[in-house]
Structure formats: structure tokens, C-alpha cells
């Protein structure tokens, strides 16, 4: 069955119950895009074998986790392994943050040998979700060194995710043609309504981020209640009508996720 509504960027492996929500959402018509934070959970065979066809697993190594020290070379190498064969990344990227000062060129160097790997290995329909916290310049910057922002056959659909960059950098990613995926944190900030208001509609995807905390309790229904009020402020911010907007963001979503 087709997703009725999707979720681009969430965490199963993070909430308390990982399968029971991915039931749930696949009984509701909630697609998701289950983004990783350890390249190690989605290597391993357990969870992997039992969730629905409707969730997307991405291979994906967080910048939290290489710049605290959680994840290391090891990881790196895993992930590029493990990334060389797959459509779906995520959610890998950078975060400038002064909490994480000192580990910019780590996170650079471990973007930099993803990418590498990706262009070495070309997928049709590969997709990546991005984090770039006070890093979207470079992250930008990496992708164009790699020709992964060229327009060809098998360029990967990027998605940034909670786009919080600055207003030069989101005119750039825009132009470039990426996706943004946006969820209710982002629209709670003035510039977060701003981007989303300047999104094209053709370029934006709906995001919970889900769990706000490590092994929270949460549900399919609220995940699709976060979506739907997100759904619904992006119709007021564009002027159209709600279900145009949500045509066309479910039409991306089925689209780059290959659910066509």
C-alpha cells in the first residue's frame, strides 16, 4: 500500500518502541524515512528484517556522534562501506554548534569520504538527508566539489533537513535544486515560517524529527498529528489551498523516496 502521508526524516531506533510505531504507522498509511545516527544499527541484521516495506532505512552517521566521540573511524569506514550499495542516506552531515568546537575538520573529512564513496559508486535514486547546523555553506560546498549538486541522471536528491542556515546559504540550496524537509521546531522560529514560505512547493517535504529525547514513548498518531499541523501552516504561509499543498508534498515524497 501506498503511503497516505510521509514522514522524510525520523528516528525509530531512538524511541522507545521502534517496531510497534513502525506497525502502527504502516496500519495508519504513515510512510517513514527512518534516518540513522550509527551506521552500526542499520549493519546490524536485527529490525531490519521485520519492518514494512513502507519504512525507508537510511544508512547514516549523525555529526553528533562523530564530534563527541560515540562514533569514530570505525564508523566512518562502515558507513562508506555500507553507503557504497545503498539509496538511502541520512541522516549524515555537519554541526558547527560551539558545543561542538574542535570537531569541524573531523566532520569534514568523515562528509568528505562519504561523498567520495558516493561518486564512486553512482545509484539512480539515491537520496540524502542532510544536517547543517551553522555548516550549510560548507556542506554546500562539499557537495558542488563532488558534482553531487550537477544535474545528471543519477545526482542524488538531496534533502536538508530543519534548514536553519543563513539566508544566503538557503538561497543557494535552493537554487541549487535541493528538497527541505520541514517540521514543527522549524516553523516555530520566524525564519524557520520564512524559509518554509519561500520553499517551492515542488522542493518541500514534511519531518516530525521524531523523538524530541533518546527513548521517548511515541506514536504513529502523533507523528501524523505533528505532520498534519505542519501540512496545514504551510498552506497558510503559501496562500493555497490545503490539499493542493498536500498533493504535491505527498507527490515529492513518493517521487524521490520511490514510492511512484
Not at 524511541?15 to 517513514?32: I, K, Q, R, Y
Not at 524515512?33 to 532505512?57: E, N, Q, W
Not at 562501506?81 to 542516506?89: L, M, P
Not at 573531523?106 to 538527508?129: K, M, Y
Amino acid at each position: 500500500m501506498e503511503p497516505r502521508l510521509f514522514d522524510a526524516h525520523c528516528h525509530l531506533d531512538l524511541m522507545a518502541h521502534p517496531d510497534a510505531v513502525a506497525d502502527e504507522a504502516t496500519a495508519l498509511g504513515l510512510g517513514l524515512f527512518d534516518c540513522g545516527v550509527d551506521p552500526h544499527d542499520f549493519a546490524s541484521a536485527h529490525g531490519r528484517a521485520h519492518r514494512p516495506p513502507t519504512v525507508i532505512k537510511g544508512i547514516g552517521l549523525h555529526p553528533w556522534w562523530l564530534a563527541d566521540g560515540r562514533c569514530g573511524p570505525a564508523e566512518v569506514n562502515l558507513l562508506c562501506e555500507v553507503a557504497a550499495q545503498e539509496r538511502y542516506i541520512g541522516e549524515v552531515g555537519l554541526d558547527f554548534s560551539a558545543r561542538f568546537a574542535g570537531s569541524e575538520l573531523l566532520q569534514i573529512q568523515a562528509l568528505n569520504r562519504l561523498c567520495d564513496t558516493l561518486v564512486q559508486h553512482p545509484l539512480a535514486g539515491r537520496v540524502i538527508s542532510i544536517h547543517a547546523v551553522r555548516s550549510a555553506g560548507t556542506v554546500l560546498d562539499i557537495l558542488e566539489s563532488h558534482g553531487l549538486l550537477t544535474p545528471r541522471p543519477d545526482s542524488p536528491a538531496i534533502i536538508f533537513h530543519w534548514f536553519s542556515g543563513t539566508s544566503n546559504e538557503f538561497v543557494r540550496a535552493r537554487s541549487a535544486g535541493c528538497y527541505f524537509s520541514v517540521n514543527e521546531r522549524m516553523l516555530a522560529t520566524k525564519r524557520g515560517r520564512e524559509y518554509a514560505r519561500q520553499i517551492p512547493l515542488d522542493r518541500l517535504l514534511l519531518e516530525t524529527d521524531a523523538p524530541a529525547k533518546p527513548q521517548a514513548d511515541v506514536s504513529a498518531q502523533q507523528l501524523i498529528a505533528s505532520l498534519n499541523s505542519v501540512s496545514r501552516r504551510i498552506a497558510e504561509l503559501k496562500n493555497c489551498a490545503e490539499e493542493s499543498a498536500e498533493s504535491t508534498v505527498l507527490g515529492n515524497s513518493h517521487s524521490i523516496l520511490g514510492f511512484n
